[in-house]
T-cell receptor, first 112, second 114 residues
Framework: GDSVTQMEGPVTLSEEAFLTINCTYTATGYPSLFWYVQYPGEGLQLLLKATKADDKGSNKGFEATYRKETTSFHLEKGSVQVSDSAVYFCALTYNQGGKLIFGQGTELSVKP | GAGVSQTPSNKVTEKGKYVELRCDPI?????LYWYRQSLGQGPEFLIYFQGTGAADDSGLPNDRFFAVRPEGSVSTLKIQRTERGDSAVYLC????????????FGPGTRLLVL
């Protein structure tokens, strides 16, 4: 079945470091891809999304490109801040299905 | 406007009891979703409503779980004969209903079954 796999955490970085969180997916069709973020004590929030191959989603300095050939949607940020400390979830959905299929989440901790 | 709200925020119950969890979606959103998130895991889909009807209930783990949305707005997730393994955070999300549209999540209800 369809699934999403993320790199294991926790990931610990120093402030201003470069961030990559890997996400790969298995899908029978052509899903839309999402990154959601869960800050400490808060609910899930959409960070960015891409709806078709080669699309790049971006928000708050984060970027991810929908790579159909490698079935990947890696999250990147050039310079992380302490305030980026959170759990990041990669997810997919089909245009006709509605439900989101999530990865297991990657915890990011940024130290000053 | 207001986001998705869920009540209660925390619920402690005893094994075998019945619980109801409520979700108020964003006004005007026709699609509503329930997910369950266990500690250290990503959310797992339970059920999806389009309007009043359940469009996909394939994620409900067994017949102890049931959800309703009688007027196409508020939804209630009902769990009968709770088990310790039901302990998790139950998340509700809503969207405008167009396929592939962004889902907006509530803060969740943390259920603990003793």
């Amino acid at each position: 079945g369809d699934s999403v796999t993320q790199m294991e955490g926790p990931v610990t970085l120093s402030e201003e470091a470069f961030l990559t969180i890997n996400c790969t997916y298995t899908a029978t069709g052509y899903p839309s891809l999402f990154w959601y973020v869960q800050y400490p004590g808060e609910g899930l929030q959409l960070l960015l999304k891409a709806t078709k191959a080669d699309d790049k989603g971006s928000n708050k300095g984060f970027e991810a490109t929908y790579r159909k050939e490698t079935t990947s949607f890696h999250l990147e940020k050039g310079s992380v801040q302490v305030s980026d400390s959170a759990v990041y979830f990669c997810a997919l959905t089909y245009n006709q299905g509605g439900k989101l299929i999530f990865g297991q989440g990657t915890e990011l901790s940024v130290k000053p | 406007g207001a986001g998705v709200s869920q009540t209660p925020s925390n619920k402690v119950t005893e094994k075998g009891k019945y619980v109801e969890l409520r979700c108020d979606p964003i006004s005007g959103h026709t699609a509503l979703y329930w997910y369950r998130q266990s500690l250290g895991q990503g959310p797992e889909f339970l059920i999806y409503f389009q309007g009043t009807g359940a469009a996909d209930d394939s994620g409900l783990p067994n017949d102890r779980f049931f959800a309703v949305r009688p007027e196409g707005s508020v939804s209630t997730l009902k769990i009968q004969r709770t088990e310790r393994g039901d302990s998790a955070v139950y998340l509700c999300a809503s969207s405008q209903g167009r396929t592939g549209e962004t889902q907006y999540f509530g803060p969740g209800t943390r259920l603990l079954v003793l």
